[in-house]
């Protein structure tokens, strides 16, 4: 039965790292009617499994449970339709989007293979979240390879392949664990997992097969090539990527099947849309999808994507995908590892209890009342920079064996002095960035920001003032799932491409921060300093961050070495 235009719903379900978010969403004009989160029962795994025993584990991993996505759709979904008040049979599609590259190993029929009891208690079997970081070394090894042979693909992708993509984590696991390698039928993006769960149909989607997963010009690497890397791995792209049909964004990847209407509460047989990133489909939720427009997805991380009508290498890009972001234009990805939860990490760990205290008699959160202390500051008073790589460098170095560093702090620096740095330190790495496309010939005019971290003005101020750019701002407080239901809106044929549904659902503030040139001029003294540790700490100046992550996975192997061997002892033995 056809809906009526002006009665039609969709649903969008953004999964993101700690939770899934659903949000109905009327197709007429993108009213937000209604929205639930749940959060995964297991959270980030990147400490110990907590899923099987509380094993633990080396550092750089991150693992997640996939049924907790399910969850999602069994629990948010029928919440934001109760929240809404809507009948539900007026909803006439779903659409999701996932983190990216997060890889979920599965049997032939997609069942995951942490799920089967034999691999219940093997790390390699579970979903390898997007931050999982512990694949550099088969990272290193590809890009070396790729650059000693010319590969043509690797440019594409700014010189430089991901540990977080999907071909180093393929590669990590069959050299740590074949047993799982050989088990895994499927090498499958959590984005196209979820479909499949969703529509009973396994679709490849074009965002995160380009940006993730190296496949350019209707290729990937060669088996010539990867067998170069480790003769095992020659049938990866063959045994475990190829073979499903690969689905355009905007598309359905098909309807919805009983199994999922039961979970969901929503009608069966309704359009499911083709998987996608949740920075990427977050453009057409701020009816950024023109040209030269930078989406900035703010949250734990930042995702830098834009649409071009040119076609060009830019260093330490995550990627460009000729209609990655919507048909067209050739879709340009980039990123930040760490943003959010670099100033989490320093809240949680760096602020004394006497902070916690006065915020709460403020009634502020700390981030909030730490905020207002630096604000009071002129630019440059706290005498610190910082380089913003606690979780690594995504753009434009590509190396996540970099590490955070602050540089200037005396006896009398104080905690929102480092807080100010550490928000200067993104501001200056997005800079870094935008650069980079410019220079390459990709004019960037307009910074569009989405994400948790818009709500915090000085901060959105500070990115418009060291970049020199106007800076507007997403309307909706969840545009990754509105995103998501724009595009099930297109699948669901209510809109010609993504474009029109954008132009009718999505919305911004436009400029709603413009730079304050004095400001700016103030943060270019900073920023001159910034790019000389940038380039010493990562450009081969001095490699004492890579040692001393060395020294760190050693000593850690040993102790991992030294719990294992010591139960074997008698309690009065002694290890010599």
Known sequence: MTVNADRALVVGVDYGTLSGRAVVVRVADGAELGSAVHEYRHAVMDRTLTAHADEPLPPEWALQVPADYVEVLTTAVPAALEAAGVDPADVVGIGTDFTACTMVPTTADGTPLCELPEFADRPHAYVKLWKHHAAQGQADRINELARSRGESWLPRYGGLISSEWQFAKGLQLLEED??????????????????????????????????????????????????ALNPDFAGFVKDKLDGAPIGDLGSAAGRLTAQAAAWTGLPEGIAVAVGNVDAHVTAP?????????????????????????????????????????????????????GVGDIFAWFV???????????????????????????????VGAHGLIALDWESGNRSVLVDHELSGLILGQTLATRPEDIYRALLESTAFGTRVIVEAFVDSGVPVTELVVAGGLLKNRFLMQMYSDVTRLPLSTIVSEQGPALGSAIHAAVAAGYYDDVRAGAGAMGGKVEAAYTPNPEAADAYDRLFAEYTQLYDYFGRGGNDVMHRLKAIRREVHAGATASTAVAPLLEPTEEIA
């Open 348 to 378: 949680s760990t760096g602020v004394p209890g006497a902070y916690s205290e006065a915020a709460a008699a403020a009634g502020q959160s700390l981030h909030e009342y730490l905020t207002e202390l630096a604000a009071a500051q002129q």
């Open 178 to 227: 074949r047993e799982v390698y050989d088990a895994t039928a499927q090498w499958v993006e959590a984005a196209d997992w979820i479909v499949w769960q969703l529509s009973g149909s396994y679709v490849r989607n074009a965002c995160t097969l380009g940006y993730k997963g190296i496949y350019q010009d209707g290729s990937y690497p060669s088996p010539d090539f990867l067998s």
């Open 285 to 337: 939720a701020a009816n950024a999808a023109e040209n030269g427009q930078m989406t900035l997805i703010m949250g734990t991380s930042t995702c830098h994507v834009i649409s071009s009508d040119t076609l060009a290498e830019v260093p330490g890009m995550c990627g460009v995908v000729d209609g990655g972001i919507v048909a067209g234009s050739f879709g340009y990805e980039a990123g930040q590892s």
